[in-house]
Structure formats: C-alpha cells, structure tokens
C-alpha cells in the first residue's frame, strides 16, 4: 500500500481519513517518520535526582532507561544488543550497572557495555570491540525540568523543536524559583484500545468535548461544567510546530473542578507573584481551562497539572503514563491536595478520563468497517471570535472552542509522515526572545 | 428545605483530614493478619455482610452501599510500581500516587456522577459481578473492630465486546454496626502495575 499522507489530511477546511487512525502500514511509518524524528518527553528530572537512579519507560514502542551517570542524563535503549532481551524490568530504582538477565552482559550508568562473564572469550574474538556493543544511546536535552530524547541525528534541537512553544510552556514550568517537580510513587499507567492520535489532537485543542463528554463528571458536584465558563470570550488557541494549546485567561478554571477551596485558596495566593514574574497574560494560564499537547504525543493539563505521554502499542492500543506536575516551592500539604486532586479527576479512576477512554476507543474500533472508514471526520470547527491579539509568539486564534489546533496538528503529522528527511521539513520560525519580560 | 435542583456541597460531608487520612493509611500498612481469630459466629457474620456488600455493588444500589461507610472511612488503591528485591523503598507510601485515595465525601462525589443521568458512559449501564473469597478475620485491640482480609474478583462487561476481569485482595477494617458493620477502612491492592483496562468506574 502506499500513500500520500497529505491528501489523507486536508488541514485548510479540516477533514482527515480515518484511515490514518487504523491502517498499520501507515502505522509502522509513523513510529519512523513521526516518533523516530521527534523529541519525546522520558522524564522529568526530579525522577532522577542521583547518580544511579534510574526510570524506565518508552518512546513509541522502543522501550528506554533514563539513567542519571556522573555526567548528567542518559536514555539508552532498554534491549541488550547481544541477543536483544529486555534489560531493565524495574519501572525505577537506584543501581551502578544494568545487567541483562539472558548471559549476564552488564551496562554502565552511560549505558556502555562493561563486562560480562567469560570476558576472555571476547578479548580472543577477533575484531570484537567492547565500545561497538553498548545500548543504543539517544540524544538528551532538557526545558526547564521535562527532559525530551531522541535518536534522530538529523533533528534540530530541542529549543528549535519547542520553539515559542516555550514561551507559554513557562505558565506551567517556570511559576517560581526552584523549578518544579513530579509527585512521588510513580506513573499511573492504563491501557486504551484507541488509536493514540485520538488523545493527542484531543489535548491539543479539544475543550469542545468537555462540554458534553464531562457533564457527568462535573454538573453533579459542581454545577454546569464545574461552574466554569467556557466560550471563545477571552480564550485562545495557540500552535507552535504542531505543538498545541487551548486556553482562557481564568485562572482557576481547571483547578476549580477538583473541588478543593483550601487548594484555590492557595492558587489564589500566588497571583501577584506569577503575574509578576511572567507578565499577566501567562499568569492567568497557570490553572485555567485549558489542555495541550507537546507534538506528537506529550500532553498535560494546566490546574489539575497532570502530564502524560499517549504511548502507541500498534493503531489500535495506547498506553497511558501519568504523573502530577508541582513546583518545589509548593507546601507539602497542597502537594497533598493536588495529588489527591488530579487523581480523582485525571487517573483511570479519576472521575473526568473515565469518560474520555470510551470515546476514543469506540472512534477508533468503529473503523473496521469498510463503509465506515471510508468517511472522513470532520475538524472543520473554525468560528470567528474575532482577530486574535497581536504580538503573541507562535500562531494565534481567537476562542478556545475551534479546531484550529487540531487542523495544526495534522498538517505537521502530514508533513514528518511524506518527508524523506528532515531536511524538507520546515519548523516555524523562533520569533520570541525568550528573555524578553512583558 | 433545599431547592430541588440545589448541588449537595460535598464540602459538609464527611471528610478526613490529611493527617488522619496519612494515619488512616499508615494502620492499614500495620494490619498483618496477627491478630487472633475471630469466632466462628463472627466469621459467619463477615461474610454475610460481604455477600450482600457484593450484591448492593452488582445490582447498582449505590445509595445502600454508601451506608455501610463509617463516616470516619479511608479507602486507598495504592499504586504497584515494579522494584528490584534489592529496592529499600517502600512499596506503598501514604504520600505516593494513588488509584483510590478517598474519604467518604469523596466517594459520594463518585455516587454523584453514577446517579446524575449525565455519565453517558454508563448509559446502557455496565454489568458487573463481584466475587469475594479467602476471608480471614481478626480481632484487634478495639472491642467491635475487625482486621479482615479477602480477596476478589470483579467482572464487568458494558457494551457488547467490552469487559474487564480485576482480581485483587482487600484488607479492610470493620467496625460493628447494630446487627451488621460499617466499613472504617479499606485497602484494595490490584496486582497490575499498568492498568489492563481503560479505567476504573465502579468500587471495589
């Protein structure tokens, strides 16, 4: 089979063949051309503080260590190259080497190959080079806490990648001094027999579902959307290289639907100071009614602050991490309140995602159908909120509820899927001055 | 009298601080089954409760089962992380991310959502079957407060291919309530460290 993945997107009115959400040919490509050139999130640096911690996790499919050595992070592969078993089972922990379970070859901090049993049987192999046979090492760069891989050589950087992406990724990372960090105790992890594209672009720039899908999540316990206001007064959407982000300038919105006053009391309380510190159009980001993605598949939400990746297991499954992003600097008792927050809203238990898993499930196993799949779905939605405001990086619309973003999100996804090289792949271009205060 | 289509302020229900919710966890942590046996008639008594527990959950009776909570309950799922042997950390932690981390107001928030014709998810409704099995019960040092730990199997099957099979073990604490209990506090440890379903809608 082949294909052009522009003409299976029209991103200018918003149509996209649901082939893409099904078709394993398309699917194997994307794990070349979209995950195998992106920077994926691994880990957030407070989950490896010490030399020698170490978490496990993915990228795409390939299973990744993210190890802290002398010299700073290091994300390897997680397959032995001897006979390619699984290396590390631990999903964290601390050590000095990973030593693979099938003939005992061990792995430094860096991932080089150290040792093994029998070392004289490969000191008399000609040709045999203990430097040749380390786990696979892939590029590490860091913003502000979220630390990003990839094992594209080609790929620009991950300032370049982020762009003026960053800009607004501030209004989570950069609230205060001292950074931020992921709660204790580890990810929750669920399964969905979705499509993982369905997550993503639904981060990216989906709030229009939340009006319907969550009524039942919210109007029972905190009125009509939790008592939130969502229109296209005062809410934007933003895209940066594919990258999206949907919001309003309330604040609170978000973080009012966990129903915590002690917690908006404390949000409340750091206002001044945010405003201060990144001008008021961001300080109002911080816990407002918004959603975003990191292209292609990082993705969390201001106010609740969890961030997940959508992980694709095959078209068809995905699997969800989520941890809970809180700045140091937060007392331990609203950490507290936050955990308990964002795992009684966003978790596999949480009482908004439990209503979003069988959406998507059921968009993506409705596509056997020949019938079915052959009609395309609709990402049209582009209502005139009027201009959106002028000096903002990155590209702008006016009124959160649109699909702009999506439509933005599949035209990059086009775009890496029909590139034979990064070399014809072109990033927006960095405008802001990431220095400059309001 | 309030208003008909005045929201219940959960705010007013009964909660935990997180002081007691730590300590609440922390016993569950010490509950090791050391206890001595309770007595046969005891035993028999447990069981009831559990079967019709299991009953008032397969048959969506949600308002009776809220009333075998003890306004005091402290419900936790703690997360399963996979650890090397060698690994000192505690596997459970009261500060740790959580499935379930709940107090009783918390839990009439889930009721809330269950019972508000707005979950479209649970519209036609999802099946389940809760099995419960090996119980054992023990005294503890609090006369009318029993140690009891079982374990489970909860089916559900909503739509048409749709299920999901959990197995797990409880450990609760009971406290004696006119001819029945109330449950005080549970701990619920399902031993899938990624969840094998989409999420987790119903109680345990």
Known sequence: ?438 | MSPPNAKPDYATYPSLTSAQARDAAIQLLSMGGEGRDVDNDVLRRIERFYNREARLLDNECHEEWYKLLADDLFYWMPLRENRFRRDKRPEYAPENMALFDECKADIAVRIGRLTSKLAWTEDPPTRHVYVVSNIEAFLTPIEGEFEVHSTFIQYRNRSEHDDATLFGRRRDLLRVNEDAFLIARRMIELPQSVLLTKNLTAFF
């Open chain 1, 1 to 438: 089979m082949s294909f052009i993945a522009a003409e299976l997107i029209d991103s200018t009115f918003g149509t996209v063949d649901r082939r893409i959400f099904w078709d394993l040919d398309i699917y194997n490509l994307e794990l070349e051309r979209v995950f195998g050139r992106s920077w994926l999130f691994v880990a957030h640096e407070s989950q490896v503080q010490e030399v020698g911690s170490f978490v496990t996790t993915y990228m795409a499919e390939d299973a990744v260590i993210v190890s802290r050595g002398a010299d700073g992070i290091n994300v390897f592969l997680n397959s032995c190259p001897h006979r390619g078993n699984r290396v590390c089972f631990a999903d964290s922990g601390q050590g000095r080497q990973f030593t693979c379970n099938y003939h005992g070859w061990a792995f430094g901090l860096d991932g080089t190959l150290k040792k093994m049993p029998k070392m004289g049987l490969y000191k008399s192999t000609p040709g045999f080079r203990m430097e040749d046979w380390g786990l696979k090492c892939a590029r590490v760069e860091s913003y502000k806490g979220l630390v990003f891989a990839t094992f594209c050589q080609e790929a620009p950087s991950l300032a370049d990648w982020l762009g003026d992406f960053r800009w607004y990724l501030d209004a989570v990372l950069d609230v205060e001094e001292g950074g931020t960090e992921f709660l204790p105790g580890g990810a929750t992890r669920s399964v969905m027999k979705c499509n993982w594209k369905f997550p993503a672009d639904n981060f990216a720039g989906d709030i229009y579902h939340a009006l319907w899908t969550h009524l039942g999540g919210s109007e029972p316990t905190l009125g009509r959307h939790g008592g939130v206001k969502v229109d296209n007064e005062g809410s934007y959407q933003v895209s940066v290289n594919g990258h999206g982000w949907e919001f309003n300038d309330s604040f609170l919105g978000n973080a009012a639907t966990i129903g915590d006053r002690e917690l908006l009391r404390y949000m409340r309380s750091r206002e001044a100071a945010i405003t201060s510190r990144l001008g008021k159009f961001r300080a109002r980001m911080w816990g407002s009614v918004a959603s975003a993605t990191v292209f292609p598949n990082f993705s969390f939400l201001p106010g609740y602050f969890t961030f997940r990746t959508f992980q694709p297991k095959g078209p068809l499954h995905t699997e969800i991490s989520a941890w809970t992003l809180v700045p140091k600097g937060m007392p331990d008792d609203i950490k507290d309140r936050l955990r308990r927050g964002s795992m009684r809203t966003f978790s596999p238990s949480g009482l908004l995602e439990m209503d979003d898993g069988e959406n998507w499930e059921h968009s993506t196993t409705a596509n056997a159908g020949w019938v079915t799949r052959n009609q395309r779905l609709c990402y049209a939605m582009a209502p005139d909120a009027g201009p959106a405001p002028e000096g903002l990086p990155g590209t702008v619309t006016a009124g959160q509820l649109s699909d702009a973003n999506q439509r933005h999100f599949y035209r990059r996804w086009a775009e890496m899927m029909d590139a034979d090289s990064w070399d014809s792949i072109t990033l927006d271009r960095t405008r802001h001055n990431l220095s400059d205060a309001e």
